[in-house]
């Protein structure tokens, strides 16, 4: 019997909700023993946990064979007031579990690799103790997504929201203590938390007009109750489609909400790997295609996600272009691929973005990892020529190496021979981002350009444009980190890493070769089995013409970046070739256009000069000095000294002093009445009695 035949109507769809508890368990073990137990125990404790995670995907994708419909798996009422429900179900399709897949997946051989680099990264940093912490924040990341991609409804699909946002706030500052200043790192985590805050309220303002327009939060219902309303509710979804368009810039870094993503590279290597593969970023894509009911209803906000999408992808590949730090090459490669992932949502290519957002994950993670690879074998040649402690350099010994900065490719160069395997690999997930046939990313970024010929040729252009400036900043940096020769001491003496660290890297080459396998035209395998679970879609037909446009560019892209730094590598102390032949265009690139220093003086600076002036004027000066001190303390202490001087003393003691002296007076009469003697007591009852009688005398003559 074949597996998919005894899931079909068994219980594989009861397994779900393990794929959130794995990673929960461990972290709440690494928690609670992770420290005692050592580092071995941790991390083969984190890693096994999502490893399971992974496997328990895999029996839903089993359990889909027999029921491709899926399944809501329900866990518990969660939220019942009056009429309105919220359970907490996993939603299980076909769209979900290849979320969960990916996912768990590379976020197994992250934590792998994690395994041995933060054995490194914790001693280079002097704090072993951090060790277990990390991995605890990393188990409970993957859980939070999870969450995030099983959700059956709005509201449970925002906690997985919230959960990501503070593990990413928790792992950017994880080393918050260093950094700039000593709080750089600390900023960037803080600068990723407002800046995702500004775009969940976006999310949250979607679920408020959600909840009030179709009285539930479920998808489903929520979908239903869209598509029976049709033009009549077509203003209504266009404002909550465009709320969530809000939401997905922050998460997914688009325009104008990316600046929190670059500063992201403070955290350690496999957290950036983690947020720009995995998890974070990926969020507000996926939460995108899960809506598509909705956004295929709002034909005018799919037309501004495919615009911002677009202007994204091609604004963050100039920056790119101009960047000197490996890990924020990367950066700025992400948010234009995630560009393009949006835009092909934008144009309703659902697949092409999920196909995208899966090959992306296997080569972005690769990327990064390597890049931390090349970064930890850079740190050991500093260590091992210069003879120092970390952060103790001695630019005497590493002349011109830029206060050695172990990120900054102008340190490098010459790498592939003292790091083959670093190199290989890298150079494989280098062509895939350029989109180089016939690795994964090719396939991916031509089904996006394909779409975009068919749907939107603007989009086109702009996606074809970024695709060669993509393909000139990997040659780049190809050519800048490990060709030519070793600009510093560092570099002519690094090596290459232990098995536990280069092993995941071989695993996600192979996935980035094999990527395209996925959905190879012709073939549609990720297309038939997410039309599961998305109405309308429809394979994309392999363009010629559009592939060998966009390949054609890739390689001359390609060929660009070595006339500029492969012909003439780049000297030590010698400014970038670029900067002579793009003059200023190269400056705005170096300095990332300056968007931070807009929001600083346009947005923050006048945030902070206006909260400065609420702080001390307002509440300062007129709320707590005038209205607090003046008018209600001084006029309490008036009306106080009023009563107590005016009132008690000459009011109400006035009168008991006066009754006093009243009395006394009286007493002072009266007392001469008590001679003593009893003829005049005699005397003054006779007088009274004839006064009684004359009295009664007159009323009865009267």
Request: charged share 10%.
């Amino acid at each position: 019997m074949l597996l998919s035949e005894a899931a079909a109507g068994a219980g594989l769809f009861r397994l779900a909700p393990l794929v959130i508890f794995l990673p929960l368990a461990g972290m709440l073990v690494n928690l609670a023993l992770g420290r005692r137990q050592g580092e071995r125990f941790t991390g083969v404790l984190a890693t096994s946990a999502i490893g399971l995670g992974f496997v328990v995907a895999l029996t839903q994708l089993f359990a889909l064979q027999g029921q491709p419909e899926g399944a809501v798996v329900p866990l518990t009422r969660w939220i019942q007031v009056g009429g309105f429900q919220v359970d907490w179900s996993m939603q299980v399709d076909t769209l979900s579990v290849t979320m969960m897949l990916m996912v768990t997946g590379v976020s197994t051989l992250i934590h792998l690799y994690a395994t041995g680099y933060m054995h490194e990264d914790v001693r280079l940093n002097e704090d072993p103790g951090r060790y277990t912490r990390f991995f605890v924040f990393f188990n409970l990341f993957v859980a939070s997504m999870m969450v995030l991609v099983t959700a059956d409804n709005f509201l449970m699909m925002f906690v997985g929201w919230e959960g990501v946002g503070l593990c990413s706030y928790l792992l950017i500052g994880f080393w918050y203590e260093k950094g700039a200043g000593g709080i750089g790192n600390a900023l960037a985590g803080k600068k990723a938390f407002i800046t995702n805050r500004v775009g969940d309220f976006g999310f949250m303002i979607a679920m408020f007009l959600t909840f009030w327009y179709f009285g539930s939060l479920n998808f489903q219902e929520v979908f239903h109750k869209a598509e029976a309303m049709g033009v009549a509710g077509a203003g209504v979804v266009t404002a909550i489609t465009l709320f969530l368009l809000v939401g997905a810039t922050g998460k997914s870094a688009q325009i104008p909400l990316y600046v929190w993503l670059p500063d992201a590279m403070a955290g350690p290597t496999p957290v950036s790997a983690l947020i720009h593969a995995a998890t974070m970023v990926t969020a507000g894509v996926y939460m995108i295609v899960r809506n598509h009911v909705l956004f295929d209803l709002a034909p005018f906000s799919s037309a501004v996600v495919a615009g911002i999408g677009a202007a994204t992808a091609l604004f963050a590949a100039t920056i790119a272009v101009g960047q000197y730090d490996i890990k924020k090459v990367l950066a700025y490669s992400t948010i234009s691929q995630l560009g393009f992932m949006v835009a092909a949502a934008g144009m309703g290519a659902y697949v092409a973005a999920m196909f995208h957002l899966v090959a992306h994950a296997f080569f972005k993670a690769l990327l990064f990892l390597a890049a931390g690879s090349v970064i930890l074998g850079v740190e050991h040649g500093h260590h091992a020529t210069a003879g120092h402690g970390h952060g103790e350099h001695d630019p005497a010994n590493d002349p011109g190496a830029h206060a050695l900065d172990p990120q900054d490719m102008r340190n490098m160069g010459g790498i592939w021979r003292r790091m083959p395997v670093t190199f290989v690999v890298f150079l494989i997930g280098g062509l895939a981002l350029a989109g180089i046939p016939p690795l994964a990313g090719f396939f991916s970024k031509d089904e996006i350009l394909a779409d975009a010929w068919l749907e939107n040729r603007g989009v086109w252009v702009v996606l074809t444009a970024s695709a060669f400036l993509t393909a000139f900043y990997v040659g780049r940096q190809l050519l800048m980190v490990f060709f030519g020769k070793p600009r510093t001491a560092a570099a002519e003496h690094s090596h290459e890493n232990r098995l536990v660290i280069t092993l995941p890297l071989a695993a996600l080459a192979v996935l980035t070769v094999l990527g395209g396998l996925l959905n190879l035209p012709g073939l549609h395998a990720l297309t038939d089995w997410l039309g599961e679970t998305l109405a309308h879609v429809h394979p994309t037909e392999f363009n010629l013409r559009v592939a060998a446009t966009a390949t054609g560019l890739g390689g001359l892209g390609l060929l660009l970046a070595w006339i500029a730094y492969g012909r003439k590598a780049l000297a030590l102390g010698r400014p970038d070739p670029l900067k002579r032949l793009l003059g200023p265009v190269f400056t705005g690139m170096e300095n990332k256009w300056w968007v931070d220093e807009l929001y600083q003086r346009v947005l923050i600076g006048p945030y902070v000069a206006l909260a400065g002036w609420l702080a001390e004027t307002v509440d300062g000066r007129f709320w707590h000095d005038w209205f607090h001190d003046v008018v209600l303390a001084g006029s309490f202490q008036k009306g106080a000294g009023w009563l107590a001087q005016r009132f008690d003393l000459d009011v109400i003691d006035g009168a008991a002093n006066g009754l006093g002296s009243l009395t006394r007076a009286a007493a002072g009469r009266l007392h001469r009445l008590q001679t003593g003697y009893v003829r005049n007591y005699a005397l003054a009852i006779l007088v009274g009695l004839l006064l009684m009688f004359g009295v009664i005398l007159l009323i009865y003559v009267s």
